[in-house]
């Protein structure tokens, strides 16, 4: 049964920084790209950042580039998102998502205020 769990999401002020965790299991972690999406209140989901299946290639939304940095350790089945500078604007539930599996995570709710 494939399955992600996010974790790591929390209240943090303006500038502050969250690391992600999303645990992978049931498929074989290695053979797959990965993203993260967000999705902020009243607004429809958002992509966030893709990663390769060995880490070599990532892309970010413009949105985050140069703020936030998706990674993977294979050896652990788990991907991460490192967020440095929060803004307001990035409060939202976070997701990981496999696309070629359609699976999703249940979110992790980050919450950037003051």
């Known amino acids: 049964q494939v399955q992600l769990v996010e974790s790591g999401g929390g209240l943090v002020q303006p500038g502050g920084s969250l690391r992600l965790s999303c645990a992978a299991s049931g498929f074989t972690f290695s053979f797959f790209m990965l993203s993260w999406y967000r999705q902020a209140p009243g607004k429809e989901r958002e992509w966030v950042a893709n990663i390769s299946r060995n880490g070599g290639s990532t892309t970010h939304a413009d949105s985050v580039k140069g703020r936030f940095t998706i990674s993977r350790d294979n050896s652990k089945n788990t991907a991460f998102l490192q967020m440095n500078s929060l803004k307001p604007e990035d409060t939202a539930v976070y997701f990981c998502?496999?696309?070629?599996?359609?699976?999703w995570g249940q979110g992790t709710q980050v919450t950037v205020s003051s």
């Open positions: 998502h496999v696309p070629i599996l359609d699976s």
